[in-house]
């Protein structure tokens, strides 16, 4: 059965850093790949996807992701972080049909 | 428009109570789903519907029941409460049947069972 790992739990870091979040998944073959996003106190939302195509994904908020198929791997990264990127970040899968398959999550803070 | 909302935002039952949580979106989505939250996991998938009157189960639908009569509402019932299903819940919906398609989610019901 298809798993995700995020293998950080929590990130610190000083605005200005960069970021690089880990994501990997278990199983093989077509996916479709996802990073989410909660903001303190806010609903989930989607910060960008991969189908097919450019394996590197451009997000919201300057955010981006390469998917590196023989690694297994859809990293999420951003050059320099704000304060505001505070939040905790969600990678998920899903191989079609209508489930998707969620990672633990990673708490990102960001200290001013 | 509200987006997703779900009702209510806090709850605390007692084990062996039912009690049902709602989920309502004003966006004409298809698909609408359930799931839960726990410390240090993922999101697990409980129930989904990929349209009124079809629903089907996820990866941990035991002690969960959900109907859905109308596009808009999608509840979530608990049958009989145990400890093991204190967590937050959280609905989702998209607006066709292919995750291809962003989910929107609610803001969450946080729910501890005694």
């Known amino acids: 059965a298809q798993s995700v790992s995020q293998h950080n739990h929590h990130v610190i870091l000083s605005e200005a850093a960069s970021l690089e979040l880990g994501c990997n998944y278990s199983?093989?073959?077509?996916?479709?790949l996802f990073w989410y996003v909660q903001y303190p106190g806010q609903h989930l939302q989607l910060l960008l996807k991969?189908?097919?195509?450019d394996p590197l994904v451009k997000g919201i908020k300057g955010f981006e992701a390469e998917f590196i198929k023989s690694k297994f791997s859809f990293n999420l990264r951003k050059p320099s972080v704000q304060w505001s990127d505070t939040a905790e970040y969600f990678c998920?899968?899903?191989?079609?049909?209508?489930?998707?398959?969620w990672g633990a999550g990673t708490k990102l803070i960001i200290k001013p | 428009n509200a987006g997703v909302t779900q009702t209510p935002k806090f709850q605390v039952l007692k084990t062996g109570q039912s009690m049902t949580l709602q989920c309502a979106q004003d966006?004409?989505?298809?698909?609408m789903s359930w799931y839960r939250q726990d410390p240090g996991m993922g999101l697990r998938l409980i129930h989904y519907?990929?349209?009124?009157?079809?629903?089907d189960q996820g990866e941990v639908p035991n002690g969960y029941n959900v109907s859905r009569s109308t596009t808009e509402d999608f509840p979530l019932r608990l049958l009989s409460a145990a400890p093991s299903q204190t967590s937050v819940y959280f609905c989702?919906?998209?607006?066709?049947?292919?995750?291809?398609?962003?989910?929107?989610f609610g803001p969450g019901t946080r729910l501890t069972v005694l």
């Open positions: 991969y189908f097919s195509g």
């Open positions: 519907s990929v349209g009124a009157g079809i629903t």
């Open positions: 989702a919906s998209s607006s066709g049947t292919s995750l291809s398609d962003t989910q929107y």
């Open positions: 199983y093989g073959g077509t996916v479709n």
């Open positions: 998920a899968v899903t191989q079609g049909g209508y489930q998707l398959i």
């Open positions: 966006m004409n989505h298809e698909y």
